[in-house]
Every structure is written in C-alpha cells, then in structure tokens.
C-alpha cells in the first residue's frame, strides 16, 4: 500500500526558495514564479511509477527526485499554474486517493533566538547548507516539521510576509528543518507566516 506523506502545491515560487531548490536539482531547475508541486510518498521506490504518471500526463519537468527505503519525494514545476495542478490530479488519481488523504503536518520543533552572537553565526553557516548565511546580530526562526516535506510549504510563506534571509530548507527524510534569518520584526512576521501556513493544511 502506498502511502501519501506530502502533498504541498505552491502556486508561484519566490526568488530564494526557488533558487535555493535550484542548488540541489537534479533535473530542470526552477524559476521564480513557477508553480510547484512538492510530493512525498511511502515507500519509496513507488515514486518512479507516479513520476511516470505525471510526466506523460502534463507539460510539468522534474526538478528532483529523492528514492530512499522509507520515503520518496518528487517535485514538479511549470510556469502554467493548471499543469502542476493537473500533475497532481493525475499523481492522486493513479493512488486512487484524495488530497484530504495526506498526513497531517506535525511541528516537532519551533524557536527564535534573537541577536545571534558572532560564534554561533560562523559555526552555522560553517554547516552543510545552500541558502544564504546568517549574520551576527541577526535573528533567527527554526521550524522542523513530519513529514519533512512541509517546511518548502513554510520557506515560501514566510519568504512572502518578510524580509528575510533563508539559511536552511532541508525536505527530505523523516523531519524536515527551516531556518530563517533576518531583522527581529521581520523574523516574527516570517515565523507567524510559516506556522500558520502549516497549521492551516488538511490531512489525517
């Protein structure tokens, strides 16, 4: 039985979540203002056959594809929102489910530290990330959410209230983790925007 872990649609991109997923595409790199649509499923190995669907069925590309034992994650974008939309229909179609099937989003994690001191700073952006570095002074939100892939749902919400720096937007495996940087008052507008969109989605 295959199981639907994420289903996050994303109706236009913003400029550094795009960019950012853009450093770890294997496949067509996306653009601000595409739609996109970000799935997960369980097992794994299932998402070839689902990819499959949704290419042959729609004009989407393929912007990654992540096949572990447990999970698997794919994402698709266009600049035609009703493609993605589609690629979805197809996706659920071929489960034989519905979006309210989904697993709901959990927030295992959520804080904000406020003015980040020089040796945390330097000891962040010395770890594995794509995005942009965190400066002394600044403020900084982390959110980690199961399934993982809700918080590219989260970075683009946030980047759409605020204006903030993302660090960190890691969506694959059993957690995903966010981390924001930015201003005090645009990291608390950010963060309200991130939770809020999170907490707002359906699911079981």
Known sequence: MIKLR????????QPQLATYMG?????????????CLWMEISPGMAVHRL??????ATRVHLGLQVVERAFGSMVF???DQSDVIEAGSSVLNALGTTLES???CRIAWKETVRSI???????????DR????????QSMFILETEPAGYVVYAANEAEKAANITLVDARAVGAFGRLTLAGK?????????AALQAVNNLSGV
């Open 6 to 13: 994420t289903y996050v649609y994303i109706d236009s991109l």
């Open 23 to 35: 450093t770890a595409s294997q496949g067509f790199l996306p653009v601000p203002g595409n739609a």
């Open 51 to 56: 990819t499959d669907v949704a290419l042959k």
């Open 77 to 79: 974008h266009h600049r």
């Open 102 to 104: 989904r697993q709901a």
């Open 117 to 127: 001191t020089p040796d945390h700073a330097v000891l962040i952006n010395r770890q």
């Open 130 to 137: 794509r995005g942009s570095m965190i400066l002394p002074g």
């Open 184 to 192: 005090e008052a645009d990291i608390d507008a950010a963060a309200n």
